[in-house]
């Protein structure tokens, strides 16, 4: 969310993004570009897509899109399109850009689940690692490295890498 929010201070709303194949861009809201990167206009569910270029459900909208929404028809499904929403802001001349969303998964299937549970942990033990000064002191072991090289390879199915620092071992 960060790169998105960051790009809220540049434009009147921001769309998280992915590339993705014709075939799936036929399921979801495809995104129209201008010169500058810009959305020029958002077709939902296209049988033949302009673009790879889709939305991905990660909106930062403006308090406006209520007042767009209001405007809107249900679709022949029965459903009210927030891409539509967002296409009668860029008509009325807002500025919407796009950001690039790393990994994610749509979550629709069993499947999708498992796999995004897998994303989840990867992510927190990532951010964790990265978080944490996860570390262990090595002091009066003794003079062997031994004990401390067996104390680095018991944490080595979180991180390959290590720094020694005098006594301490980093992790």
């Not at 897998?118 to 062997?144: F, P």
């Not at 080595?156 to 890498?161: K, N, V, W």
Request: proline residues 4%.
């Amino acid at each position: 969310m960060g790169p998105i929010v960051d790009a809220s201070e540049r434009f009147d709303a921001v769309l998280g993004v992915e590339e993705v194949s014709p075939a799936v861009a036929q399921t979801t809201g495809v995104i129209q570009t201008d010169q500058t990167g810009n959305v020029s206009n958002i077709v939902e569910k296209p049988a033949d897509p302009s673009s790879t270029l889709v939305t991905t459900g990660c909106y930062l909208l403006p308090e406006e899109i209520f007042m767009a929404c209001e405007l809107l028809q249900p679709s022949a499904e029965g459903e009210y399109q927030l891409s539509e929403a967002v296409g009668l802001l860029v008509h009325a001349g807002y500025d919407v850009g796009t950001v690039q969303v790393g990994e994610r998964i749509n979550v629709n299937t069993p499947e999708d689940v498992e796999r995004a549970e897998n994303l989840v942990r990867r992510w927190i033990l990532g951010w964790l690692w990265d978080k944490i000064d996860l570390h262990m002191y090595a002091t009066h072991i003794g003079s062997s490295w031994g004990s401390m090289i067996n104390i680095q390879r018991s944490f080595r199915l979180i991180s390959a890498s290590h720094v020694w620092d005098n006594t301490t071992v980093f992790y």
